[in-house]
């Protein structure tokens, strides 16, 4: 071989090292560069106040978004109710049960659910719920919610399922237990550590969520006490806030943007922490 | 679901023809009687036979060793014995196998299973603490009497309950892979099962693991009839009372064990057994 062709590869090997390398750090820093303008113009304007206080009128400083935070709970736990149960049984089916046919119809439209546009979800459930008792309520936000939920919740469970190796079923099988046993008392505890991951992560997904709540839950200025009203929702007070015209709300709407993410970042720390304290239990 | 396949299954087994045996197995002494008897046996993953006509007699508190090069269909034969091929789609069984006088494929298969026990190549313990592995079996078939007991009792004849007495809330993953294998004997032991089937059960082990196994192996004849699969012949030799030798699916030679190692009749299995391929 030539010294020039020699010469070459080596220089296209560092070429393109450096062309991945490089993006990768642009992927990187992107994620830190919304983390800190986040922590930077959310943590200036957060304070007590917007952990307990409602919304105050325009023009009057001050206020905070407790009633959205606990919006965002009480949506978040209307999803995870309707949702989660939903697509654990759908991925155990899916995982257990399904014929070949049947099993690619299932995951298939599973799939096309998942890309289903949020925005169409909130029509879906505006018309489904809204439209025949005639008002926003937080019940429809977490219908919308919860079909966003099962598609992610139906696939991770599937996944999570076939991952359990042969030989524990079989094991199970060998001494007798019926299919419905073996996958109740040995695959799905196997797999619980991933599943429950799976349905955090459905759940973080949805937390942020802004279009499907937009004409579903709609949003609030007080209290929404029930199911039956609308609620405010982090989200949507978000996109409230940041796009109207006074900088009290734009520095609110930081502020929102911070309690989300510390939000999500908490139940999933803690998850882990539930989840590693059972230690050797993952180690299927 | 699943009821309806097995449902398909019985439809599709055929009267079994029942074929003369190339090996009639005269050398079981008639005072010995059988747990297990196979009348041509034929195994199919779809349209891919991988038993033929096999006829087989296991008696009772024996261990039987099957002997083999690798696809020959020994662990397929093994897996009929307590209908785990079942859970493989697309198979289908021809024949009877009986035991004690019964033909299983008419058994309902969880009682089946529970009188005939398995044991695994790879040990595989449940993600459960060592107790709950050993009570597993109990519980799904409902035992009501005082669980620990028998948990002691299976632990202590898989020889296994010096080494685990003060760790049996601890995780089953804990255990090296020798104890990991004993535990899933004590789990299959648990449920007093009349049988057991090891498959391989020391191909992922090390020498003093495997000979921990055998000597265990020999203690439980009293109570129990053993058939086993192996790629070590020194096993069979060391630690069955029969063997039995595939190849192709086609059982080539079975008989008392020193008698088919020193004198086999058929030049296949001297052949095998003195390493001249498999």
Known sequence: ?284 | MASAAQGKELTARVTPKVRTADSSSTFIGKEESLRFEILGLDFFYGSKQAVFGLNLKIPKNKVTALIGPSGCGKSTFLRTLNRMNETIPNTRVVGQVLLDGQDILQMDVVKLRRRVGMVFQRPNPFPKSIYDNVAYGLRINGYKGKLSDLVEHSLRRAALWDEVKDYLQKSAFALSGGQQQRLCIARALAVDPEVLLLDEPCSALDPVTTAKIEELMFHLKDSCTMAIVTHNMQQAARASDYTAFMLDGKLIEHNETPKLFTTPHDPRTEAYITGRFG
Not at chain 1, 45 to 60: M, Y
Not at chain 1, 245 to 271: E, I, K, M, S, T
Request: hydrophobic share 55%; net charge positive; charged share 10%.
């Open chain 1, 1 to 284: 071989m030539s010294d020039v062709r020699l010469m070459w590869r080596k220089f296209l090997n560092v070429v393109m090292l450096t062309l991945t390398g490089v993006a990768a750090l642009a992927v990187v820093s992107v994620l830190f560069m919304i983390l800190g303008y986040l922590i930077w113009n959310g943590g200036k304007s957060l304070n007590w106040d917007f952990f307990t206080k409602l919304p105050k009128p325009v023009g009057e400083d001050g206020g905070g978004m407790a009633n959205a935070i606990v919006g965002s709970l009480k949506l978040l736990l209307l999803a995870a109710v309707m949702g989660l149960p939903v697509g654990l049984m759908a991925g155990v089916y899916l995982a257990e049960f399904s014929g070949k046919t049947f099993a690619f119809v299932i995951r298939y439209t599973t799939d096309l659910l998942n890309g289903v546009p949020s925005i169409v979800i909130g029509i879906f459930a505006y018309s489904l719920i809204v439209l025949p008792v005639k008002h926003f309520s937080a019940l429809a936000g977490g219908v919308a919610l919860a079909v966003m939920v099962i598609p992610i919740t139906v696939r991770a469970t599937e996944e999570f399922l076939r991952a359990v190796p042969v030989s524990l079923r079989e094991g199970a099988m060998a001494l007798g237990a019926s299919k419905w046993r073996t996958i109740a008392t040995v695959i799905l505890p196997a797999a619980s550590a991933g599943v429950i991951t799976g349905m955090l992560l459905a759940l973080a997904r949805v937390a942020g969520e802004t279009a499907p709540l937009l004409f579903t839950a709609f949003s609030n200025r007080y209290w929404s006490p029930g199911w039956q009203q609308p609620i405010a929702s982090l989200p949507v007070m978000i996109y409230t806030y940041a796009i109207a015209p006074y900088d009290d709300w734009h520095r609110q709407a930081w502020a929102a943007g911070l309690v989300l993410l510390g939000l999500v970042l908490v139940a999933n720390l803690g998850c882990r922490l539930v989840l590693n304290r059972r230690g050797t239990y993952r180690s299927v």
